[in-house]
């Protein structure tokens, strides 16, 4: 996976060798790009990436040295930032969007996070104010993991390049380990590993090394959201919708990258690719699944019927599960289920036929920044404890493949494992849940 990473120290010690250990983590195949380099003796940002996005070099620094930063991803107002900055008469002109978050930080200090659309990962060394500041986007979209131990700050977009590095001590988070057996997810900020946290989405993270001081800010939350039209009919709604796909679908099908869609039987993909052959844009499509599966069968229909250049990958056999497995493994690091582990075996090939690939996301379906499904419309006048056992009900049973029961959760742990786990999985749940409820029905994520 493309991203960022970093470290800072208090102690003296040269970061650059640790750089080099992170971005050797996090280089999954030959392909991948590495960046890294210590902006001061004891500050290292770096930045991985496969050469399509973000390949420019990195990390980028100010006209006068004093701030540097990395970023992976795509902004998608670039025009209305290069206006804002215009505005205020400050210079906008930029080689890379990172020279442009520079400016934009030079000019509105961190409130600058908030003024960015799209999906992205930044971390942003401040020389002048001796503070980091490090940020995702607003649905999370790129993880970003961070971790803080005795005079030690490191982030990442990989779990691995933290859990590898010397002084960080190895424990295993048994709420999370008690939440993916539950609901086959992780919530909040929880990672496998104590001591390494998952990053909000649409959250600041500010650290001071010479204080070794962390705080971490949700500048975007659902809640701020600007209000609905209530007048609005049904067909309004629709034609209104439509602009915004078409809006969508033109932004990322501008410049040179060539678009591919992972076809399926689903609704995403199928209305993705409609609005990108009404746009006269030629689309490779992918589809893996058994032979016969509806998936590839409605998959060669569309792309027969469209036109696409159409790739399936027909997993004839079980081979593909020992020789996929360690791969799967390594990029998702465990935070998703195998049962969605057939994608890899298209992700090599797929390089040859595309450069990006557009998906649909239930950004409206989130819970700690985990996509889960939607509440019944009933579940909002029920009293705080029917709400939560029927969430917790949603998560375990209903919303993905069921995850285990009580009896069973009793049966997997060992005796003494099995006292950190009991209720674990529950409170958690109940600890994100509630930090929506003061949000209207129609603004909670989940």
């Known amino acids: 996976m493309s991203g960022i990473f970093g470290i800072l120290n208090r102690v003296g010690k040269p970061v650059q060798p640790v750089l080099d250990q992170m971005g050797k983590a996090m280089a999954l195949k030959p392909w991948y790009r590495i960046q890294s ?47 804002r900055l215009r505005s ?29 659309e799209g999906f992205f990962a930044l971390a942003l060394w401040d020389g002048d104010r001796r503070r980091l500041l490090a940020a995702n986007d607003r649905l999370g979209l790129v993880p970003l993991f961070y971790a803080h131990y005795g005079d030690c700050f490191t982030f990442s977009t990989q779990v691995k390049a933290i859990s590898q590095q010397p002084g960080f001590k190895k424990h295993l988070n048994l709420t999370a380990t008690a939440q993916f057996f539950r609901f ?39 809640d701020r959201i600007p209000a609905e039209n209530q ?57 893996y699944g058994i032979p016969g599966c509806r998936d590839l069968t409605y998959a060669a229909r569309l792309a ?17 599960i020992p020789e996929q497995a360690p791969f799967h493994l390594e990029v998702t690091e465990g935070f998703t289920t195998f049962i969605h582990s057939h994608a890899a075996i298209t992700l090599e090939p797929a390089r040859q036929w595309m450069d990006m690939n557009l998906s649909g996301f239930n950004g409206d379906q989130l819970l700690g920044s985990r996509v889960v499904d939607h509440f019944p419309v009933g579940y909002n006048g029920l009293d705080e404890f029917s709400y939560l056992s029927a969430c917790f009900h949603l998560f375990n049973q209903s919303s993905v493949w069921a995850g285990i029961t009580e009896p069973e959760e009793k ?17 958690s749940m109940r600890a994100e849940v509630m930090s929506y409820r003061g949000f209207p029905s129609h603004r909670r994520p989940t």
């Open 37 to 83: 380099r210590a902006v001061e003796t004891t500050v290292g940002l770096g930045q991985i990436n496969i050469g399509v996005f973000c390949s420019l070099p990195q990390p980028v620094r100010s006209l006068d040295g004093r701030h540097a930063i990395v970023f992976y991803g795509e902004i998608t107002n670039l025009v209305d930032l290069q206006q």
């Open 88 to 116: 205020i008469g400050s210079r906008c002109d930029f080689t890379q969007t990172a020279d442009l978050l520079l400016l934009l930080y030079q000019a509105f200090d961190r409130e600058f996070v908030g003024m960015l």
């Open 184 to 222: 086959q997810r992780l919530m909040g900020g929880n990672t496998f590993f104590e001591g390494i946290n998952w990053l909000r989405h649409g959250s600041l993270i500010i650290h001071e090394p010479e204080q070794n001081s962390l705080r971490v800010e949700s500048y975007w939350d659902y």
């Open 231 to 287: 007048s609005i009919t049904f067909p309004e709604a629709l034609e209104e919708t439509c602009r915004l796909m078409r809006e969508a679908m033109k932004k990322n099908l501008q410049g040179e990258h060539r678009p591919g869609i992972y076809l399926t039987g689903g609704l995403d993909s199928r209305t993705l690719l409609g609005f990108a052959s009404r746009m006269g844009t030629r689309i490779s499509t992918v589809t």
């Open 304 to 320: 027969k019927s469209l036109g696409t250049d159409h790739h399936p990958f027909p997993q004839e056999n079980g081979l593909w």
């Open 411 to 427: 049966q997997m742990y060992l005796p003494e494992i099995s006292t950190h786990t009991r209720d674990a999985a529950y409170e």
